[in-house]
C-alpha cells in the first residue's frame, strides 16, 4: 500500500500556471523527495496529492483507485508540516488522539497508538505537556507522532526540519531515515536543502518552475545530471 500515480497534473491559480502537465509514479514503501527553489511548486504538489488543492487537470491515482476528487480524509495520507500545525491549548496526548476520536475506533485502540508512536518518537515524557511547553525538535516530533498514530498508507512532509537548528536538523533527519526502515510506509518530502534530499531520498524529484527536470536515485543525480540546473542544485561536479 502507498502506490502513488500522477498522470498530466496540471494546476494555474487564476492565469498563472504553476504546475505544467507532471507524470510520476511512486512504489510502495518508497522515500521520494521533491527539491526545486522556493516557488517551484512543490507545496503545490503536494497539497495536491494530499487533497488539499485539486489539481485544474490530470489525474491522482492511490493504490489504483483515482482520487481527485476525494476528500483529504478520505484517501489514508498524512501530512506533516514545516509549522507543526499543532493544537496550543491541548496536551501532547491529546494532539496525538485528535482525529482518531472523531472515528468510531475504541479508546484503547487510540491508546495503544499513541502510546507506540510515543514510544518510537521518544516522547512519552511529553505526553501530559502542551506544546507551548516543548523545544522546537520536541513539538516537530509531535507533529509526526500525530501523522504515526493515524497509519496512513503515506506520509507527505513539508519542509518539516526546516525551523529547527542546524544540529537538530541533522539528528531529526537520521530519525526520520531510521522511522521510513521501520514503518516502511511511503514519505513523500519536500525540501529546498540538497543535503537533505541527497541523505533520505530512494529518489529525487528535481522541480524547476512546476516542471520536472529530472528524476532519479541520489547517485544517478550526481553522476548524471540532466542539464546544468540539475547539477547545480545537486551539487554535482558533471
Ligand atoms: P514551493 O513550495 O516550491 O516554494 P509553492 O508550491 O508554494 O512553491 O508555490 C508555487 C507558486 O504558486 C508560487 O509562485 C506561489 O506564489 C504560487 N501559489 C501557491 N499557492 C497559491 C495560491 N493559493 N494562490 C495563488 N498562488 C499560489
Ligand atoms: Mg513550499
Given at each position: 500500500?502507498?502506490?502513488?500515480?500522477?498522470?498530466?497534473?496540471?494546476?494555474?491559480?487564476?492565469?498563472?500556471?504553476?504546475?505544467?502537465?507532471?507524470?510520476?509514479?511512486?512504489?510502495?514503501?518508497?522515500?521520494?523527495?521533491?527539491?526545486g527553489p522556493?516557488?517551484?511548486?512543490?507545496?503545490?504538489?503536494?497539497?495536491?496529492?494530499?487533497?488539499?488543492?485539486?489539481?485544474?487537470?490530470?489525474?491522482?491515482?492511490?493504490?489504483?483507485?483515482?482520487?481527485?476528487?476525494?476528500?483529504?480524509?478520505?484517501?489514508?495520507?498524512?501530512?506533516?508540516?514545516?509549522?507543526?500545525?499543532?493544537?496550543?491549548?491541548?496536551?501532547?496526548?491529546?494532539?496525538?488522539?485528535?482525529?482518531?476520536e472523531n472515528?468510531?475506533?475504541?479508546?484503547?485502540?487510540?491508546?495503544?497508538?499513541?502510546?507506540?508512536?510515543?514510544?518510537?518518537?521518544?516522547?512519552?515524557?511529553?505526553?501530559?505537556?502542551?506544546?507551548?511547553?516543548?523545544?522546537?525538535?520536541?513539538?516537530?516530533?509531535?507533529?509526526i507522532g500525530?501523522?504515526?498514530?493515524?497509519?496512513?498508507?503515506?506520509?507527505?512532509?513539508?519542509?518539516?526540519?526546516?525551523?529547527?537548528?542546524?544540529?537538530?536538523?541533522?539528528?531529526?533527519?537520521?530519525?526520520?531515515?531510521?522511522?521510513?526502515?521501520?514503518?516502511?510506509?511511503?514519505?513523500?518530502?519536500?525540501?529546498?536543502?540538497?543535503?537533505?534530499?541527497?541523505?533520505?531520498?530512494?529518489?529525487?524529484?528535481?522541480?524547476?518552475?512546476?516542471?520536472?527536470?529530472?528524476?532519479?536515485?541520489?547517485?544517478?543525480?550526481?553522476?548524471?545530471?540532466?542539464?546544468?540546473?540539475?547539477?547545480?542544485?545537486?551539487?554535482?561536479?558533471?
Amino acid at each position: 500500500m502507498g502506490h502513488i500515480r500522477l498522470t498530466s497534473v496540471k494546476k494555474s491559480f487564476g492565469a498563472v500556471d504553476v504546475i505544467h502537465d507532471i507524470d510520476l509514479e511512486i512504489v510502495d514503501g518508497e522515500f521520494v523527495v521533491f527539491v526545486g527553489p522556493s516557488g517551484c511548486g512543490k507545496s503545490t504538489l503536494l497539497r495536491m496529492i494530499a487533497g488539499l488543492d485539486r489539481p485544474s487537470s490530470g489525474e491522482i491515482a492511490i493504490d489504483g483507485k483515482v482520487v481527485t476528487k476525494v476528500p483529504a480524509a478520505d484517501r489514508g495520507l498524512a501530512m506533516v508540516f514545516q509549522s507543526y500545525a499543532l493544537y496550543p491549548h491541548m496536551s501532547v496526548r491529546q494532539n496525538l488522539a485528535f482525529g482518531l476520536e472523531n472515528t468510531r475506533m475504541p479508546k484503547a485502540e487510540i491508546a495503544e497508538r499513541i502510546a507506540e508512536a510515543a514510544r518510537m518518537l521518544e516522547i512519552e515524557a511529553y505526553l501530559d505537556r502542551r506544546p507551548g511547553q516543548l523545544s522546537g525538535g520536541q513539538r516537530q516530533r509531535v507533529a509526526i507522532g500525530r501523522a504515526i498514530v493515524r497509519r496512513p498508507v503515506a506520509f507527505l512532509l513539508d519542509e518539516p526540519l526546516s525551523n529547527l537548528d542546524a544540529e537538530l536538523r541533522g539528528s531529526t533527519r537520521a530519525e526520520l531515515a531510521a522511522l521510513h526502515a521501520r514503518l516502511s510506509a511511503t514519505m513523500i518530502y519536500v525540501t529546498h536543502d540538497q543535503v537533505e534530499a541527497m541523505t533520505l531520498a530512494d529518489r529525487i524529484v528535481v522541480l524547476r518552475a512546476g516542471r520536472i527536470e529530472q528524476v532519479g536515485t541520489p547517485l544517478e543525480l550526481y553522476n548524471h545530471p540532466a542539464n546544468r540546473f540539475v547539477a547545480g542544485f545537486i551539487g554535482s561536479p558533471h
